[in-house]
């Protein structure tokens, strides 16, 4: 398996410009997730989806992000407008449930490196 | 929220010796998991250890959840060892607000 696919690896956009991030999860794995990393924030989940079912976006930092599955190959995280502090490396991470709930390895992508300009 | 505490913050060791990596939390957790960054910004999921010990090969992990902390057990480093290990909980409430991570504990092996 090709592991959890991201692209683009690099995207630069001018503040106000909508971005679209796309994932390809590993195939049979039914959990995916999105996180960012920034050195001021650190790590930080947005949101998981479950079966292509988006379960908590909780952690979606404001109405500029959205999320979708609409198939379980394929996710999008769209930003729109973007904004300088949204520049962050963003990881989409996808995995299969065996066992007790929340009993899970995540498989990472190697991240979109996101520069808002 | 939840707090979590890792030490130490950086780490140098020489190839071969061994190093206990710490984390402490605030509050009880439903998860518990430690993550590697390496030099390139790869993450890797290494243990889900909500309690108990867990090995896989040289890395190892427990956590005591009563007196909430985990610790993670290098053995025999190698220099691909080096990066940045973190460990992430989640709260009671089991949302995406509730995971939390750690700042991290930046370890470097040098040959």
């Known amino acids: 398996d090709a592991g959890v696919i991201q692209s683009p690896r690099h995207e630069v956009t001018e503040m106000g410009q909508e971005v679209t991030l796309r994932c390809k999860p590993i195939?049979?794995?039914?959990?995916l997730f999105w996180y960012r990393q920034t050195m001021m924030r650190g790590l930080e989940l947005l949101i998981y989806?479950?079966?292509?079912?988006?379960?908590?976006d909780s952690g979606m930092p404001e109405d500029r992000f959205s999320a979708k599955m609409p198939n379980a190959s394929f996710s999008t995280l769209k930003i729109q407008p973007s904004e300088p502090r949204d520049s962050a490396v963003y990881f989409c991470?996808?995995?299969?449930?065996?066992?007790?709930?929340?009993?899970?390895?995540?498989?990472f992508g190697p991240g979109t490196r996101l520069t808002v300009t | 929220g939840i707090q979590v505490e890792q030490s130490p913050p950086d780490l140098i060791l020489q190839e071969g010796a061994n190093s206990t990596l710490r984390c402490n939390f605030s509050?009880?957790?439903?998860?518990l998991q430690w993550f590697h960054q390496n030099p390139w910004g790869q993450l890797i999921n290494l243990f889900y250890?909500?309690?108990g010990t867990k090995q896989n090969g040289r890395l190892s992990a427990t956590t005591v959840a009563t007196e909430r902390y985990s610790l993670l057990y290098i053995s025999s480093s190698q220099t691909t060892d080096s990066g940045v290990y973190f460990c992430?909980?989640?709260?009671?409430?089991?949302?995406?607000?509730?995971?939390?991570f750690g700042k991290g504990t930046h370890l470097i092996i040098q040959p």
């Open positions: 991470a996808s995995s299969l449930v065996r066992g007790p709930k929340w009993s899970y390895e995540q498989y």
């Open positions: 195939s049979g794995h039914d959990y």
């Open positions: 250890i909500p309690s």
């Open positions: 992430a909980v989640w709260g009671p409430g089991g949302g995406a607000d509730g995971l939390t």
């Open positions: 509050d009880s957790v439903n998860n």
């Open positions: 989806f479950n079966n292509n079912v988006p379960i908590d």
